[in-house]
């Protein structure tokens, strides 16, 4: 089963919240062996909710709605699921009983434009909402499945896994399980690994993805068998494979953060790190000294304002490098690594008593500090593996 998923709601065009629900509902579809292809965000204008909900059908067999199905006038995600497969809206006498009895319940009073949430598109199933006062529903037609969810994340949530998921179960014959399994790489790019295993990112069952953030990326494993066993055995077997090619760049599994593989080699080596940071704050000998352990393997660290030393990049490389090697000595430490900010520009040093490497990055981002962060301790990361091979 293929499906795509449209939030609903002018305020996240706006910026004004995140959409926390299309992450959430796309994880509980690929943990049931759902393909999710299309994710899109719409304001609440009836028009384009229905062409998005007939774009969808059109490419996939199922398409889930999360928002819109409120009490007000721009709540009008119900009217476009109706019109998307020309159906007319139903009003249920005993949907509008139990929506009052639910505010009789929270002792408030039921103002009359809770009537629209009575009104579900003609044959439609009815999905209790045991949580909220929103009616939700699952409308089969020949184009495909249109099921609509909440935009209140906890009453979403609840009817994901205790309606939605077992009635996707049920139409997939779904009776086995999905296992998953992340291995968390530093010190390459997402498309280095790409080209490194692409031909397992082809293959059907396990599956193997790619997820690049704040200068890291991970490779996801998923497996689907009928017993845990089974994906377990699958998941070890691709494991394997995608270890003999890349295994040099996997520091950790699941969510082991970087500095904590960082402190963990150098403890094991009995090294030290040296630290400089430019105009990050002193960002990353925080991340660092808040590892159990961090502490004892700082030597030295050194905070600095930013610095401009302009657009010249080799020029600038070839000076970071420098005041790393610099630390280095001074400290004594066995390993320093640099971070260097300028205007829309970053410097990264690592530095050892036998290797060095120097990169700088157009990068200009609030978020530099962990982007920048990030690459030092995967590229320190990878270079004390490497002194572990000479």
């Not at 439609?124 to 089969?140: F, K, L, S």
């Not at 009776?175 to 992340?182: E, L």
């Not at 691709?238 to 270890?243: G, L």
């Amino acid at each position: 089963m293929n499906a795509e998923i449209l939030s609903i709601g002018t305020e996240l065009l706006l910026g004004e919240i995140v959409d926390t629900n299309s992450t959430y509902i796309a994880r509980s579809l690929r943990d049931i062996g759902v393909n999710v292809f299309y994710m899109a965000t719409v304001g609440d204008n009836l028009e384009r909710i229905k062409e998005n909900i007939q774009m969808g059908l059109s490419r996939s067999d199922l398409v889930i709605t999360t928002g819109g199905l409120g009490p007000t006038v721009d709540d009008v995600t119900r009217q476009a699921a109706a019109n998307a497969v020309g159906r007319e809206l139903v009003f249920h006498q005993e949907l509008l009983d139990d929506i009052a009895e639910k505010f009789k319940q929270f002792g408030a009073r039921m103002s009359e434009n809770n009537r629209i949430q009575a009104y579900i598109p003609a044959d439609a199933i009815i999905i209790d909402n045991p949580v909220g006062t929103a009616p939700c529903y699952i409308i089969e037609d020949e184009m495909g499945i249109i099921i609509s969810l909440p935009g209140v994340p906890s009453e979403m949530k609840y009817l994901m896994e205790h309606k939605i998921l077992p009635y996707l179960k049920d139409k997939m014959d779904f009776s086995g399980i999905i296992k998953t399994r992340t291995l968390r790489t530093a010190g390459v790019g997402e498309s280095h690994l790409d080209e490194k295993i692409a031909d397992y990112m082809t293959h059907p069952n396990p599956t193997v993805g790619l997820a690049a953030h704040r200068g890291q990326t991970d490779i996801r494993l998923a497996a689907r068998a009928e017993t845990e066993e089974e994906a377990n055995a699958m998941l070890d077997e691709m494991e394997a494979k995608v270890r003999e090619r890349v295994g040099k760049y996997i520091y950790g599994m699941d969510k082991l953060p970087l500095q904590n593989a960082l402190v963990e080699r150098l403890k094991t080596q009995g090294k030290t790190l040296a630290i400089l940071e430019i105009g990050t704050g002193h960002a990353l000998h925080e991340r660092i000294k808040a590892v159990p352990d961090g502490p004892d393997v700082i030597a030295h660290a050194d905070s600095r304002e930013a610095v401009t030393i302009g657009d010249d990049e080799d020029a600038f490389k070839q000076w970071l490098n420098d005041e790393v090697k610099s630390v280095l000595e001074q400290s004594g430490a066995d390993v320093a690594i640099g971070i260097a900010a300028q205007e829309n520009t970053t410097g990264i040093a690592v530095v050892t008593p036998r290797h060095n490497y120097s990169r700088v990055y157009q990068y200009s981002t609030d978020d530099v500090p962990n982007w920048a962060g990030n690459w030092g301790i995967g590229f320190a990361w990878r270079m004390l593996a490497e002194r572990d091979d000479d």
